[in-house]
């Protein structure tokens, strides 16, 4: 009798051990990630600069982005050119195929990011006479008058980069040159 | 100061109540939204760029137009979030009406609105949020109103989820199949001191054009009556019914059909769709945006 009980009493204490042990692991295990700092955001640099009393993402002289509508190409042979945006210095269109979205169309004032006119500087080849870049896998884009920058993106693998090349020439570039 | 943006797109939740109520108007759209969370695997997805470099540059330009508070981007999420927690206040006043029908607290029908007015106000006043935090966004595009109208019908992923969810969720549910009438019926019949008294339009009314309350309540009838025509349309398009959405909702919610009444109030007051689908909007504009401006 007493050799069950004390059998039982050593079962019961291996039991707690267990349980205690359980719980220590897990409060450690809290108290890590409770007290691990967490690693900066990659972008916490960019926010604490931007997040200062007035900060400019968008410059004054930028164009107003209306002004940009009339350069972009217009829907025909299928295609629905559906206008997205317009802000300050800015306008997108989506290029639309039987319901899908296929591309977008931009035209964007550098005035508000220099460097973005600044990768015009390397540009390897020219789209009707303007000096132009590929970015990433899905974007082309040129430079129009040293501040212009027209872009067209792939938004579906079946609109390839001939068709971004086809479809910035599509723009009204020579008026927007003239702007 | 808002939270950063990432971080705002960052802890949108996976699941939860939202979510699992999003989900259930799946059948409505079916694939056209993901739950998509993350600033950075919002960036990927949109772009469908990989290159590391790439994705840095494309947020932190979108960090840094979301700061510029010119640019309307903050506007819109604010209004995404407070007509998500007025309209919360709503639900617990909608409860409170039933309780009082239904029990001895018969005195708080007094202090509580009728369901189907303040129903009806806090449909309309959403839809209209919807407008004004889309000019927010997206400013006016094109040159006319067609264009304009071009824009809005082209609505697609989390903004399309949105309307159906407050097409089924504070159109339906609480108000039935004929939702758009009757709430266009009492809108129209309504004096803005009704609006006044409505959280949810107190809760956004600096942001909505007309002046004063009267032509706040003429903006919002007009928009009301013209987007009529596509409610309507989506919900027959579509078959909706309110047995079927209700059907749909007990997979995840227990609900007695007695306690049917409740369920308006009850998502009213935990479904936080326009905060939640606003954000994954706001994101994916400015990301848009960025990778058009880099």
Known sequence: MTLVLARRAIRASATNRSIALLLCSLCSLLLVTACAPQPPSRYAEVQKETSQKGNQAVSKEAQRGGSFNQFFPKSGNGYAVVPAQEKKGFAEYKVNKGGKNLAVLSISDTVSLPTAADKYKQSSFKIAGFPAVDQGQNSTGILVNGRYQVKAQSRDPAFTRQDRIAWIQKFDLDGLSRL | ?294
């Open chain 2, 1 to 294: 100061m808002s939270k950063p943006i990432y971080e705002l797109v960052d802890e949108l939740p996976t699941g939860g109540l939202t979510v699992m109520g999003l989900k259930s108007l799946d059948f409505l759209i079916p694939g056209q939204w993901q739950n998509l969370v993350g600033f950075d695997n919002t960036i990927r997805t949109v772009t469908g760029e990989t290159d590391e470099g790439l994705i840095q540059q494309i947020g932190e330009r979108a960090v840094a137009l979301f700061n510029d508070k010119s640019q309307g981007y903050q506007r819109a999420l604010w209004l995404y979030e407070t007509v998500d927690s007025a309209s919360g206040l709503l639900g617990t006043a909608a409860l409170m009406n039933r309780i009082g029908q239904d029990t001895f607290l018969g005195f708080l029908k007094n202090i509580t609105p009728k369901p189907e007015k303040a129903q009806s106000i806090d449909l309309s006043v959403k839809l209209v949020t919807e407008l004004v935090a889309f000019c927010q966004i997206n400013g006016i595009p094109g040159d006319s109103i067609g264009d304009f109208l071009a824009a809005l019908n082209d609505y697609g992923g989390e903004s399309l989820m949105r309307m159906a969810a407050l097409v089924c969720f504070d159109g339906i549910i609480p108000l039935g199949p004929a939702f758009a009438e009757r709430a266009l019926n009492t809108i129209s019949g309504m004096s803005p001191s009704d609006l006044e008294s409505n959280p949810t339009f107190n809760g956004v009314k600096d942001l909505i054009p007309g002046g004063d309350s009267a032509g706040q309540l003429s903006f919002i009838t007009q928009s009301f009556a013209q987007t009529q025509g596509w409610m309507n349309n989506f919900v027959s398009s579509k078959n909706i019914t309110r047995e079927g959405l209700m059907g749909n909702l007990r997979n995840f919610i227990e609900f007695t059909d007695d306690k049917a009444d409740y369920l308006g109030a009850l998502l009213d007051m935990n479904v936080k769709y326009y905060r939640h689908t606003g954000i994954q909007t706001l994101a994916r504009r400015l990301i848009e945006r960025a990778v058009a401006e880099i």
